[in-house]
């Protein structure tokens, strides 16, 4: 085998007619060799999809390089060796493209194609040859298949294959089922069928009874509709007159209140009123007026207030010190300290008096003193000059103390004191007061000026307001006066106004009733008036119609629920032939049950046949590979698998043995299968990937020594990822070791 297929990229795999070992790791492509092979036979399935948990073939075994799937097999068929080649046209199709041809020669082998191939040379198809001579690590159990069924059955029956318990069975269950399921099927839905078609017949006389009082109420309606419409034009031609005296009574309003207006429009025409506006602006003019007069008062408080406040500011500078003087003369005399006047000399006139007179007196004296006997010129002038001197001297010091207490004086009675610090304060407080009392000035002259502007417009405006009102009322000489005359002429405007809206109005609600009633003859006619009211007559005829829509819609519902019933015989005759359907079918159901019984007997019967052959081969198989510890297999119609030890007359579930031991079960059914079911002149090759896997060296030894006795008479395929396998062949003609690496 050659193949490009999966992780295999063009590889070459050469087997024997014998037992071969191929050894390989894990992931170094066993089971994609397997998986090659089967596919070689029986080609992939294109129309498989990848479902949850599961991938199709034709994506799991893509390769892995990108490119096309291949494959070649060179074989041996009996006598002849053929070449199998399956390559890809369409990657939808992988594997599509098939050729069998005789080895060496290109001769096409005829009738070998795609799909017959697996079958013309293992003569099984691909479920039995999957259940039976493929077996895997994880598929060492049996299933029940539909061909496998069918290869059983041929081998202890009639020979034919081409009939299965399974399928039988299906097929008889769906028929079954298509008859009666539950409540659905087809017995049911003629049951049902059968019961609507009576149930119409026992409707149809009530819903022709309900169509006939339907009918007659109908009538009924009718006729009362015919007598209100006949009230209701009764009404219509009251209705009419009453709208012929509304529109004379419309006309005559309009005309009254057209001529009062003329009236009024005369006598206001004469009397000289003003217009509306002309009113509005006096009248508020004379609001005005009273702002004006209100704010004048306040004017003149504000005025009073200012004059006092004058006042006090005046009084205040009066009775300072400095009252009369300017800032400037302030602030001169304050600079210098004032001229006493009138201050007394006395003092030291008389000291200059009595010391030169003391000076003259010692000058004599001096001159005879220091002659001794007459007076010395000299000294006598000496002492003469020192009594001055000392005369002056005394005179200048009194003097200076009698100016100083004279200043002071002077500084006391103007000022009350002779601080200059107390009498530069008051000159500041007297600069604050002259200040203040400018400032009350001026607001005195500001608000006089503002109270005499008021006034003047306050006058100003009552004299324009007096001429405007006395043009129409001459006797208004003053404002409240004037204000009666305006509000009169506004009442008499306002009189007029209201005659114009209701000559509007009564001219306009004239115009509609002609425009609404044109063909009305505006002299009424003489009826008498209904019994009652068109509301009355009309709520009761709107609600008669209703009843007779509904009565209609009735009647017409009934009659087409008549319509749809169909015709009575017409329905007894269906019903008729609803009861012979159901009769057969239900004959049908029972024939189908029956031949579903007997069919289950019948594989009962083939199930006790095979299953003791199967049961003695696997037997004599799990013998040989545990080396005598069991002895019986017992297998029931599922395939379920129980085993005998030796020394034990109790069989054991296989679910109770090691994992060991039930491999080894599973092995030997599945090969007891292939001896029973794939035929001998094929010699259908067994596969077995990783099958031994779980089994301890003595068991893998036994089921080795087996599997070379097997392989005398069929080709066996036994991957493996163990050496002991290859080991225990080691130099052993008689089987083929192939070693792949992995790639």
């Known amino acids: 085998m050659s193949a490009t297929f999966g992780r295999l990229q063009g590889p070459t795999l050469e087997l024997k007619p014998c037992l071969n070992i191929v050894q390989a790791p894990n992931e170094a492509g066993k089971s994609t060799w397997c998986a090659f092979l089967t596919a070689m036979f029986y080609g992939i399935n294109s129309r ?23 494959g070649r097999l060179d074989c041996r068929s009996g006598s002849d060796e053929l070449t199998l080649t399956r390559t890809t046209r369409r990657q939808t199709a992988p594997l599509a493209e098939f050729q069998a041809c005789y080895a060496g020669t290109g001769d096409p082998v005829p009738g070998l194609t795609g799909q017959t191939c697996g079958e013309m040379l293992l003569g099984v198809s691909r479920e039995v040859f999957e259940r039976s001579a493929f077996i895997r690590q994880s598929g060492l159990a049996i299933t029940q298949d539909a061909g496998l069924e069918r290869r059983i059955a041929s081998l202890i029956s009639s020979g034919e294959e081409d009939t299965s318990y399974t399928e039988a069975r299906e097929t008889l269950k769906k028929q079954l089922t298509r008859r009666r399921y539950n409540k659905s099927g087809m017995i049911p839905g003629i049951e049902a069928e059968l019961q609507d078609t009576q149930r119409q017949l026992s409707e149809l006389q009530s819903l022709e009874a309900q169509l006939a009082a339907a009918r007659q109420r109908v009538e009924t309606l009718s006729a009362r509709e015919h007598i209100l419409q006949d009230e209701l034009a009764a009404c ?35 009397d000289r009123v003003p ?19 209100k704010n004048l008062e306040k004017a003149r408080s504000e ?38 006047v009138n201050w007394k000399k006395g003092p030291g006139l008389a000291v200059i008096v009595v010391g030169t007179l003391l000076s003259f007196l010692l000058f004599y004296a001096a001159g005879v003193v220091l002659t001794g006997s007459s007076w010395q010129k000299p000294a006598s002038v000496g002492a003469l000059l020192a009594g001055l001197c000392i005369t002056y001297l005394l005179a200048g010091q009194l003097r200076r103390h009698a100016m100083q207490d004279a200043r002071n004086a002077a500084l006391i ?14 000159a500041d407080t007297y600069y604050k007061l002259c200040a203040a009392q400018e400032a009350a000035q001026a607001d005195v002259s500001a ?37 009666e005359a305006l509000k009169g002429a506004f009442a008499r405007r306002r009189e007029l106004s209201s005659a114009e809206a209701a000559a509007r109005e009564t001219r306009l609600r004239y115009e509609v009733l002609a425009q609404q009633s044109p063909t009305l003859s505006e002299t009424p006619i003489s009826l008498s008036a209904p019994a009652r009211g068109r509301e009355a007559v009309e709520q009761e005829l709107g609600t008669l119609r209703g009843e007779l829509a509904a009565a209609r819609s009735a009647a017409d519902q009934l009659s087409g629920q008549l319509s749809a019933q169909g015709d009575s015989v017409v329905l007894r005759s269906q019903a008729a032939l609803l009861t012979e359907q159901k009769a057969a079918l239900n004959t049908e159901y029972d024939a189908i049950a029956l031949a579903m019984e007997t069919l289950e ?81 094929t010699c259908v090759p067994i596969v077995l990937d990783d099958a031994l896997t779980n089994f301890d060296d003595d068991r893998c030894a036994a089921a080795l020594r087996y599997l070379k006795e097997a392989a005398q008479t069929r080709q066996i395929l036994l991957f493996t990822c163990h050496s002991r396998e290859a080991d225990f062949f080691a130099g052993d003609p008689d089987v083929s070791v192939v070693h792949l690496a992995a790639q």
């Open 601 to 681: 007997h019948a594989n009962t019967t083939l199930q006790n046949r095979f299953s003791p052959a199967l049961g003695r081969r696997a037997a004599e198989i799990f013998a040989r590979l545990t080396d005598g510890r069991y002895s019986g297999v017992v297998l029931d119609r599922t395939f379920h698998l129980s085993a005998e030890p030796t020394d034990e007359r109790v069989y054991r579930d296989a679910a109770l043995l090691s994992a060991g031991a039930s491999d080894q079960l599973y092995l030997a059914v599945r090969l007891a299968i292939c001896d029973l079911v794939l035929p001998q002149e």
């Open 447 to 483: 608000k006089t000026a503002t109270a005499d502007a008021l006034y003047a417009s306050l006058s100003s405006n009552e004299q324009g307001i007096l001429l405007e009102v006395r043009r129409f009322a001459p006797s208004a000489f003053d404002i409240p006066a004037a204000d």
């Open 275 to 293: 217009e509306v506006d002309t009113i509005g602006r006096l009248r508020g003019a004379i609001v005005n007026l009273e702002t004006v007069r």
């Open 413 to 426: 009675k103007r000022y009350g004191t002779t601080d200059a610090d107390a009498i530069a304060a008051l």
């Open 48 to 70: 498989e999809r990848d479902k949850a948990g599961f991938i199709a073939e034709k994506n799991r075994y893509a390769p892995w390089s990108g490119a096309s799937m291949s």
């Open 236 to 270: 219509d031609a009251w209705e009419q007159q009453s709208q012929a005296q509304a529109l004379a009574n419309a006309k005559a309003a309009a005309d009254a209140a057209e001529q009062k207006l003329s009236l009024l429009r005369q006598r206001l025409e004469a």
């Open 303 to 340: 005025r009073d207030e200012a004059m006092k406040a004058a006042l006090r500011a005046e009084a205040a500078v009066a009775e300072s010190p400095f009252a009369g003087q300017t800032a400037e003369q302030v602030r001169r005399e304050t600079s210098q300290p004032p001229e006493p």
